[in-house]
């Protein structure tokens, strides 16, 4: 049976999934990026698992410093994931205006997260395209235990399925 490309991306668009900011470091360069490939993949230890497209920025960052964090935004404030899908500007404190500061990892964790998680990567696996990157929480915060998660539904991005661009 052949698939066509069209029904892959749009059945692949109906999972659910949450949108967060993936917040990385490697040095003294920060990044923040839009994701919504983020699940939890073990509970003892506590393992959560990211994909990351192999020619992001992020990618490259999570490689080099060994964890990122994962910031939960609010469904009311979508806006801003729209911001970090390209790289990140850091400036004075902040990724591309938004406060962040540097995590019990270095990773940047952004002020404004209901809930954050930082993460050490455990293991890495390339799949192809993206790098499954799973990383045990070694800190972890609420901002705002009320605020619903965004999810993509929220959004009208969508992300997924076959190959069509690139991603931050």
Known sequence: MDLEDELINRVTWKIPNALVLVGSRSGD???????????QLSME????GIGVDNTAVTHRLITAGGAFSINLWSAEDTR?????????????????????????TGVPVFEEAIAWMECEVRQAVDFGTHTLFAGEIVAAGIGDDETRAAAMSDTRMKYGGVKRGGHG
């Not at 360069?29 to 699940?39: A, K, L, Q, Y």
């Not at 230890?45 to 959560?48: D, L, R």
């Open 29 to 39: 360069e920060r990044n923040g990026m839009t994701t919504s490939w983020v699940t």
């Open 45 to 48: 230890p506590v393992i959560i």
């Open 80 to 104: 801003t994931f729209v911001k970090f899908s390209k790289p990140a500007t850091y400036e004075q404190s902040a990724l591309n205006g938004r406060a962040v500061r540097d995590g019990t």
